[in-house]
């Protein structure tokens, strides 16, 4: 099993940033693919971008051009770098390991957008 604990999270103006991180612990070498994910209230939970093992990035439309991911292996941590950061942004962003036994998920953290 993968543990996840996200930590960054917090209340910031419309056009600032925050890094978000996500450490895990456990079955690390089962990990293949990592991903953040975020829920608004009211929403359904969405994918905002994914990193695999060997770098490989993706993101949503709605993270493109502006947010970031990225891995240290050294550290068991993946980031997720948001840049201009819109009031539609604010929601609860969960970190997520995909490994062969199945998916974890971290407890999240929340990310507030005033305009």
């Known amino acids: 099993q993968v543990q996840l604990v996200e930590s960054g999270g917090g209340l910031v103006q419309a056009g600032g940033s925050l890094r978000l991180s996500c450490v895990a612990s456990g079955r690390i070498d089962s990990i293949e693919v990592m991903a953040w994910y975020r829920q608004a209230p009211g929403k359904q939970r969405e994918l905002v971008a994914i990193i695999t093992r060997g770098g490989n990035t993706h993101y949503e439309d709605s993270a493109k051009g502006r947010f970031t991911i990225s891995r240290d292996n050294a550290k068991n941590t993946v980031y997720l770098q948001m840049n201009s950061l819109k009031p539609e942004d604010t929601a609860v962003y969960f970190c997520?390991?995909?490994?062969?036994?199945?998916?974890?998920w971290g407890q999240g953290t929340q990310v507030t957008v005033s305009s």
């Open positions: 997520n390991a995909g490994t062969p036994f199945g998916n974890s």
